[in-house]
């Protein structure tokens, strides 16, 4: 092939990757962005204390609620997109704008899973503390969030009917048996 044809190739290619780039600009997902606080929300129905709300603030709310702080990046595409579907996982397994409407077993699993994965340093998600370095938990952040969930967790475990937690139980070792 002589050069100028390769050179020709190249720039066609390089026409169609900006042309894609300008295009995607335009197709966006929705921001997860909501007015107001819900009954369902988990700081209506307990006590968070002030240190750990700043916590979720920084480092959980952003995936795991209504209301996301959105970065000037997030609206240069592909960036969004990406981040849409962390939001909606996360949200997915979690979220702490519509803890009202969990079981209050799932409440009492799920912040106890909180308490787990921050342990092992699963969350915040490292690909979120790249860029929000604030949202890297010091000792003492990890321990008072961890401490808080944890507490809560047993507290609303001790509401939730013996034989509720026997079924969940069997249940469970059933999936387990089936290899689920
Ligand atoms: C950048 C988005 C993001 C941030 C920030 C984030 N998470 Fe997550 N979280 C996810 C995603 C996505 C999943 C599901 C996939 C996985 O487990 O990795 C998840 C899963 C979880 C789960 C597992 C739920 C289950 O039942 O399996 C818990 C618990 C959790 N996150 C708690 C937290 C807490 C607490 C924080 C703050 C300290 C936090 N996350 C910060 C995105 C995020």
Redesign the pocket.
């Known amino acids: 092939m002589d050069s100028f044809k390769l050179k020709n190739i190249i720039k066609r290619t390089l026409i169609v990757l900006l042309v894609t780039l300008v295009v995607i600009q335009f197709i966006r997902p929705d921001k997860n962005v909501s007015t107001g606080v819900t009954d369902n929300d988990i700081a209506k129905m307990y006590t968070i204390p002030a240190n750990v709300q700043v916590?979720?603030q920084k480092?959980?709310?952003?995936?795991?609620s209504n209301n996301t702080t959105y970065p000037w990046y997030s609206n240069l595409q592909p960036v969004a997109w990406w981040?849409d579907?962390?939001?909606?996982?996360?949200k997915?397994?979690?979220n702490f704008s519509e803890f009202g409407t969990y079981k209050l077993l799932r409440q009492s699993?799920?912040?106890k899973?909180?308490?787990?994965?921050?342990e092992e340093g699963?969350?915040?998600?490292s690909?979120?503390?790249l860029i929000?370095r604030d949202?890297v938990?010091t000792a003492e952040e990890k321990a008072a969030?961890t401490t808080w969930?944890k507490t809560l967790s047993q507290e609303i475990l001790a509401k939730v009917p013996p034989e509720e937690i026997e079924a969940d139980k069997k249940r469970r070792a059933e999936r387990e048996r089936q290899g689920k």
């Not at 480092?59 to 795991?64: L, M, P, R, W």
């Not at 899973?113 to 921050?118: D, L, N």
């Not at 699963?122 to 998600?125: N, Q, R, V």
């Open positions: 916590i979720m480092a959980c709310n952003d995936c795991h981040l579907d962390h939001i909606r996982e996360g997915s397994e979690l699993r799920k912040l899973k909180a308490a787990g994965e921050i699963e969350m915040p998600l690909s979120f503390t929000h949202a938990l969030i969930a």
